[in-house]
């Protein structure tokens, strides 16, 4: 893991003329999102009814003429802001969390003479969701005498101190659009109301009653007509997961555009939506997978992989329910073909390491093992 390094110091020392503030994230692959990495976005052009020419990132609806879209690279989101303040003597570093969960940052002194820190390095702090906190402050013990400092640090996704909740329920994580005619026929009461003479209230009364039954069934009706579709990679898996981040991942091999629903409720903590293009070329593709990180009520985290490029309908700081559409499949980043990547995480003293989790369907609890296929029953 490549970790940043914060120079300073007087008498002696040799401080960076241009301080790297620079930031290493582990991801759901733990791969590391760098500045050089490249990203795309779609821009449209066309002409509105005067004829005059306008650049979008989304689709027209005024076009009259052709529409071109063309996709261009970007440069990554910034989820981590660090900061400093105050004068050498003095210093205080600062930093804001972006994302809709808790992250852990890690700190340790490469080198240091005649300083002291607080909270003494190397040392952690937790940064919670959307929050701006001070983690450090570095002073010199004797001002009279030389004194430097390199600061290393690097951040984690998670809360430490989170225990996954064994008795947790996981949903698949695909499944049909919900829009069935059986859930259709729930509506056509109250549609019939509306032509007849019954108080409004008493049809939006039912209205919303049927909306809440809806959402409810909506997740078991898409599960129970999914098509069946085969685990490629299971646990353990001599392809790619071997390592503690993606040991307990599995590949469930699907169609481009499939709906990717959440296994498990939560708020959603970070989103990549930007990327195109899949390979295995680990050097070139490997932190280019679209993906959704969603933080659960115990603290664990599910990841959600290689989705198609700007499919994701969720937000950061979003709640979303079990079984509720997020996304849709893709291949993108380090893959060999269309597949979902699905993993559950947390934090263990500054590392990311995958959990072991089954699947329920139909209330049976269903190992996601290679070869396997889920779904359709």
Known sequence: MRCQEINSGRAGARPSS???????????????LTAGSAWSKRIYSYKDEQGVSHFSDRPPTDATGEVSEQLIKVDPK????????????????????????????????????????????????????????????????????????????????????????????????????????????????????????????????????LRALHLAVAPLVAESQSTPLHVDQGFGGEYSHKDAHSFHAVDIAMDEGTPIRAARAGVVMAVENDFYGAGTDLAKFGDRANHIRILHSDGTMAVYAHLALESVIVGIGDRVRAGELIAKSGNTGFSSGPHLHFVIQRNSGGTLVSVPFAFTVNGQRVEPTQGKMLGGQ
């Open 78 to 209: 910034k989820m981590v802001f660090l900061r400093e303040d105050g004068p050498d003597t003095d210093k205080r570093f600062s930093l804001w969390n972006g994302y809709g969960g808790p992250i852990e940052v890690l700190m340790r002194f490469a080198a240091a003479t005649n300083v002291v820190s607080e909270p003494a390095l190397p040392g952690s702090r937790v940064i919670a969701a959307q929050q701006h906190s001070l983690i450090l402050q570095v002073q010199p013990i004797d001002e009279r005498r030389p004194w430097n400092y390199s600061l290393s640090y690097h951040y984690v996704p998670g809360d430490p101190a989170a225990q996954p909740d064994p008795s947790a329920v996981y949903r698949l994580p695909f499944g049909a659009r919900p829009e069935s005619n059986a859930l259709r026929l729930l509506f056509r009461r109250p549609l019939a109301m509306l032509r007849s003479d019954r108080p409004i209230g008493e049809v939006f009364e039912l209205f919303w009653a």
């Open 18 to 32: 241009s301080p790297a503030f620079g930031l290493t994230l582990l991801l759901a692959l733990a791969l590391l």
